[in-house]
């Protein structure tokens, strides 16, 4: 592979056509933080032992969840406001000014792109090639801020494309991406290949066909797939995704090299900024810390705002022992956009140095996110699954974790599964779906430290002794509290 582009990519995808998400207000997301932490006072304490927090009034509690919440809530209503006015029929528009080109997207700054659509749409509203580019940009604007109310609004943006000119490949692949964004996997693969029948050479559907394979857990297929768009379109989308794919098959060298291979090509900010990220993800992933904070530093020298970069960074300095710095680093993160995996993160440090009532506050907006991203069409069982196993209902993160197990058998999917089994204690229904989970040679030491903590819960003491070491020895400091039970349960282990 020889990059020879450097377009940026959108990662994700689609909803139902013409079914808009009902939004979610303040009210209905603090019930579900109310009731989410009830729950989880009942069983994350089953989990890990640690030591029983001091309980404050019920009536206190739920009224600082709620503000939370609605300051989650805000910020997400507040992105989308500064983006500009809705019109009665929910598209947004802003006075005029030129209209601007697809490609455009790529080299410039996101937010500025979509002001130009909107008010270009607003002049010439029967431009089918602008609102396919519209319903991108809302897509990229969601991945990058993690902020899903923009998924109904690219659905609309996309559909309204389709209307004016049906099966145009750009509105297509739109929605695979859309569909890709919101865990409709099957859906998304449907839309890429529909665009790819009518342009077999659209970079934006061969990126999502790649994904939508890669997410439903047909690697092989993946792999593919990603070869035949290295062919057609060779560049950034492109090179990512097949490092990618090749990460997933345990072959981290492959996957090195090409990510240095797209690194050494990318001109724009954003692009250094994705690749770099990515670049870092692995190498943290490998146990190297080093080369990881030199990656994020690169990422954020590019772009001093970019989401993962800065989430990599804290995870980062928090394995080295900076707990201060990935604090702040990742108060700075969910302050303007709390997905789960940063607030997971910052709630387990707060809960390192003794400050439980911040940590569960973390957790509890973990589920505000869901219900605000179940609002706007997205399917959030895996992560309901991981947050809720560690830090929330035992029955609600096994629900959760069968019900993705059913939409697709990925090795992200099975490690859930697994993981959502050994807290409800079913550790011997659980060992399949671990070793399923580390099968096919993705090397990430929290599969391992699942697969070793299940194999204990069975009663397997020689190999979950293999596992737990294994997940040490490749990163050491891969989670604040996994870490630490793994190396309480290899000590135990070591000593009998």
Not at 434 to 442: H, I, V
């Amino acid at each position: 592979m020889s990059p020879r582009t450097n377009d940026s990519a959108s990662q994700d995808g689609r909803p139902r056509p013409d079914e808009g998400a009902p939004e979610a207000d303040g009210h209905e997301i603090a019930e579900a933080v109310a009731d989410s932490g009830a729950e989880s006072g009942a069983d994350s304490g089953d989990v890990v032992p640690v030591r029983e927090p001091v309980r404050e009034p019920v009536r206190g509690r739920l009224l600082r969840l709620t503000a939370c919440a609605a300051a989650l809530a805000v910020a997400f209503t507040g992105f989308a406001i500064a983006l500009g006015a809705r019109d009665d029929d929910g598209t947004v528009a802003l006075s005029s000014s030129p209209g601007l080109p697809a490609a455009q997207l790529a080299g410039g700054d996101l937010d500025t792109s979509v002001k130009a659509l909107q008010a270009h749409l607003k002049d010439q509203p029967k431009d089918f090639g602008s609102w396919s580019t519209l319903g991108l940009a809302y897509v990229e604007q969601a991945r990058t801020k993690g902020d899903p109310s923009r998924y109904p609004q690219a659905e609309k943006a996309l559909n309204r494309s389709l209307k004016l000119r049906p099966d145009n490949d750009p509105a297509l692949a739109g929605l695979a991406a859309l569909a890709a964004a919101r865990h409709e996997f099957e859906d998304a693969l449907r839309y890429a290949d529909r665009a790819l029948e009518e342009n077999p050479y659209s970079e934006r559907a061969l990126c999502s066909r790649i994904d939508a394979l890669v997410e439903l857990g047909r690697y092989d297929e993946a792999l593919k797939a990603a070869k035949v768009a290295d062919t057609r379109r060779p560049g950034i989308p492109v090179f990512t995704r097949y490092a990618y794919v090749h990460e997933l098959r345990g072959d981290v060298k492959t996957a090195r090299r090409v990510l240095r291979q797209a690194l050494d090509s990318a001109v724009t900010r954003g692009d250094i900024a994705y690749v770099a990220t990515q670049l870092g993800q692995l190498a943290w992933k490998q146990g190297d810390v080093k080369t990881a904070l030199d990656h994020y530093a690169r990422a954020l020298g590019a772009d001093d705002t970019y989401l993962p970069a800065l989430e990599g960074r804290a995870r980062a300095q928090a394995a080295s022992g900076d707990t201060a710095e990935a604090v702040r680093g990742l108060e700075q993160v969910v302050s303007a956009y709390p997905l789960p995996g940063p607030l997971v993160l910052l709630g387990e440090l707060y809960d390192a140095k003794g400050d439980t009532s911040a940590a569960r506050d973390q957790y509890a907006l973990v589920n505000a996110y869901t219900a605000i991203a179940r609002a706007n069409g997205v399917n959030a069982d895996l992560d309901t699954a991981l947050a809720a196993a560690d830090h929330g209902g035992k029955k609600a993160a096994l629900r959760a974790a069968e019900a993705e197990w059913k939409r697709r058998e990925t090795v992200h999917t099975a490690d859930a599964l697994a993981w959502a089994l050994h807290v409800n204690g079913r550790d011997k229904e659980a060992l399949p779906y671990a070793r399923r989970a580390t099968a096919p040679g993705y090397k990430d030491a929290t599969f391992l430290y699942h697969r070793g903590m299940v194999e204990y819960g069975a009663g397997e003491k020689k190999a979950a002794k293999a596992s737990l070491r294994a997940a040490l020895d490749l990163n050491p400091g891969f989670a604040p509290r996994g870490a630490a039970e793994a190396r309480t349960t290899l000590k135990a282990l070591e000593t009998k």
